[in-house]
């Protein structure tokens, strides 16, 4: 029996030309990008292009481009580097070495003796746990965080943030689409809302390379993605900074990436992640159009076959959806049980994001939206890819329906 992937929110298949691209580097004799022999500067170079290419497919420049290894960490410098006081980052010392940066200093809200202001945080209540775990813990250092509302479709309000902020806010995080129902959030319209001295983060993870997205139209601060999300190699993700902005490193080493994150670049996961993000920008019409096709295909699919079905976020083809999630629930279905069924019927999917769904619990996202029991109970997240086709969509369906009908018997 064909497995057939209907999770890849969690993971894409790596895009052939991006391996092609890793490999021909790694054959050329490419050395380390801070070598200044022949091989060094050659890394050097396709570390540089791999920049701008990024920066240009993005809408940024190339300097606020910062290479990390995923979304994760760029979500975690972000958050917490913004957070940080502020620094000037390390300076040239004699001979062009660097002075040692100082140790960091305590978090805004940090005061001497456990005392100081509560500086305000902004969050909606639907985030990944790269975002949601670094604001709890900073809920817990001296900051106070407020989630924003969603709607039943787990869209936060565009006015929404406006009555929330306080003169003591210091960032906001709201992601850009959500992992596991797609629901695109109106970033564009809350950065806008947020005065002066108000940082703006956004997880862009599952958003780029499926939606057009301009870092400079957004118009927030920091903005993260992850290679393996469309296509690249796993390993490797991006932190677009806004010019000038101070920001806190999470590490201390050399003067890689202006000190914001140092350590030797990962130049050929780099070189494939911008050739993957160079064919996804390129096909990105192609592809939302054929997703979304699919996605109806397979909605109407479950609706005539595997009936009662509930769709946990926006309708097929609506403009605050991605083209590439289905989260449905099965009411008399636990959905851990039916995920067992469906993994025995070669269907890939989770409950969840990737990195939270080996617990089996009931999705916080759904949670918030405030689904009822047996629908929050039962809800499986099918998420596709371009490199389906109509009769692998058909031949889930019938499998999916298959095992519900197993399951509710």
Known sequence: MEPLNLDHHATTPLLPEAGDAMRALAESGAGNPASAHRAGRAARRALEDAREAVARLLDAGPDEVVFTSGATEANNLALFGLLRNPSPGPSPGKGGETEPIPAPPPFLGEGVGGRGSSPHLLASPVEHPCVAEPLKHLAGRGFTLETLPVSPRGVVPADALTSRLRPDT????VMLANHETGAIQPVRALAAACPAGVHFHTDAAQAVGKIPVSFRTLGVTALTASAHKFRGPPGVGVLLLKRNTPLRPLLFGGP????????????????????????????????RAKLEALRSRLWGHLRETAAPVV??????GSA???????????????????????????????VGSACSSGSLQPSPVLAAMGVPDAVLRSAVRFTLGPTLTEGQIDDAGE?????VRRVRE
């Open 311 to 316: 769709l946990n976020g926006p309708e097929p």
């Open 320 to 350: 605050d959806g991605l083209p590439t999630a289905l989260n449905v629930s099965f009411p008399g279905c636990r959905a851990d049980v039916l995920l067992m069924a469906l993994d025995l019927a070669g269907v890939l999917c989770s």
């Open 399 to 403: 499998r999916i329906a298959a095992a």
């Open 256 to 287: 890689q990436q202006g000190g914001r994150r140092p350590g030797t670049e990962p130049v050929a996961p780099a070189v494939g992640l911008a050739v993957a993000l160079e064919h996804a920008v390129r096909h990105l019409e192609t592809h």
């Open 170 to 173: 210091r960032l906001v995080s």
